[in-house]
């Protein structure tokens, strides 16, 4: 049986992380919560909820937290990673999806598409995800049709093989490139997403420009030699 936990990065969200980490120790997951320098108490409640929390004393970015979430998954022994937000926009129900799919193909990466019923996602959202999933499905050579979504399977062994670099945001392109190019398939399961009235922290204009600039640097630098295409049988 593949050994998974689930990495939540969070900053203050005081008010849902403690529910959000229970409806996964109900279903017996191991939960990692990687505390960005919350100035409110995410991080205890998370542990007093069940969650191994690791803690940054001042905020380092989304990325910063979910690389020391991949390298605590590899150091403990796990076989992959279910990445997912601590405001309580992503059911845990869904969970079972990607269970599925490990189970019966473990591909490189699942993501997360809600763009099978996309109700309830602002306008302006809906069609700036449209646009990049085109976009970034283009440059990894295989359809995402959900490239935005943070709610996702990565494998152990895009893990171990992919080196990730970036900071904030932008993490979740770098993954879908860097693992297009070595090679791993990416798959893609429905989940819903519960929108409340939560203040996104993506900063639209700084976030915006390190997208931009992040995917012209990747889309320029040569494909590794150890893949030479995706494979369907991994």
């Not at 269970?99 to 306008?123: D, L, S, T």
């Not at 085109?134 to 399977?153: E, F, M, N, V, W």
């Not at 798959?187 to 203040?199: A, F, H, K, N």
């Amino acid at each position: 049986m593949t050994k998974i936990c689930v990495l939540i990065p969070v900053l203050n969200e005081a008010q849902a992380i403690g529910a959000v980490v229970r409806s996964l120790r109900v279903q017996n997951l191991d939960v990692v919560v990687i505390d960005d320098g919350s100035t409110d108490d995410s991080g205890a409640i998370a542990r007093q909820n069940g969650a191994t929390v690791i803690r940054h004393d001042v905020k380092k970015g989304k990325g910063q937290s979910l690389r020391d979430g991949f390298r605590y998954a590899l150091e403990h022994g796990y076989d992959g990673v279910i990445t997912m937000d601590g405001d309580g926009q992503h059911d845990a129900a869904d969970i079972g999806q990607f269970m599925h799919m490990i189970a019966k193909e473990r591909p490189g990466m699942i993501v997360g598409n809600r763009m099978v019923n996309p109700q309830g996602m602002p306008c302006v959202r809906y069609l700036t995800n449209r646009f990049m999933s085109s976009l970034i499905s283009k440059a990894c050579g295989q359809h995402i049709p959900d490239t935005q979504c943070g709610y996702r399977y990565v494998d152990s062994r895009v893990l171990r093989e992919v080196p990730l670099t970036c900071d904030d945001f932008e993490i979740e392109t770098e993954l879908l490139m860097k693992s297009s190019k070595q090679g791993f398939r990416i798959d893609s399961v429905p989940v819903m997403t519960i929108y409340r009235d939560e203040e996104s922290k993506i900063n639209p204009w700084k976030d915006t420009v390190r997208f931009i600039t992040y995917f012209i640097k990747e889309i320029r630098s040569p494909a590794p030699g150890d893949r030479k295409k995706v494979s369907r049988e991994e």
